[in-house]
């Protein structure tokens, strides 16, 4: 109950009085205060309540106060307490600084696994049986094995017509340098490809790997256009 404005009690006393002269307006108003200072305290009581509820499930792998969970004391040093905003909704109210860490970094990953998707998704409105590898490798770094080892990996989404490495002497961004060209017998076994490749760590390096047109490819061009660079 919202207790209303002294202010408006004080102005509407004489109309208060008239309908009702049995309710003190002074009283109705200590009474409405009463009753919040009770719900405060009562939510402080329950709060306290699960906090003991939680020290003691610690207690049992355990935990002394003052001292962290785990063998060197490293884990958490206090149980934590949940403040409930809803019927079953809650938040964490003494998130420790590691915690919050842990939390921050989940959030970063579901944030690059959205990223990703939406590349892919984009990426899947043109498709192609020819896929384009950059950022596998850097700058002279192609050796005589690359190509079966990129055949041999990409053979898992599907049968691999042809592999071609494209590799630019100078003049273009690192991530830019060297371009493999993988051409699939199906679109399904690229696509498989794209899916799984992109943004994928390999040798320290983040790979992009896209579609890339069946007909430039036949053509033999392979440079990158102007927005690429």
Known sequence: MIAPPASLIEKDKTTLNALH???DPKKLLQETHNENAGVTVNR??????VSSIAS????KYGWKEGQGLGKEEQGMASALQVEKTGRQRGVIVNESEERAKARIEVSKQEEERKAKAAEVKKSLKQPSKVILLKNMVGPGEVDDDLEGETREECSKYGEVIQ??????PSGVAVEEAVRIFVQ???VESAVK?????HN????GRTVKCTFYPVEKFEALDLAPQADEL
């Open 21 to 23: 002269p049995e309710i």
């Open 44 to 49: 402080v009581m329950s709060m306290k309540n």
């Open 56 to 59: 003691n499930i610690m207690s």
């Open 163 to 168: 592999v071609v490495i494209y590799e630019i």
């Open 184 to 186: 699939f017998n199906r």
């Open 193 to 197: 490809a794209v899916v799984d490749l």
């Open 200 to 203: 994928r760590f390999f040798g």
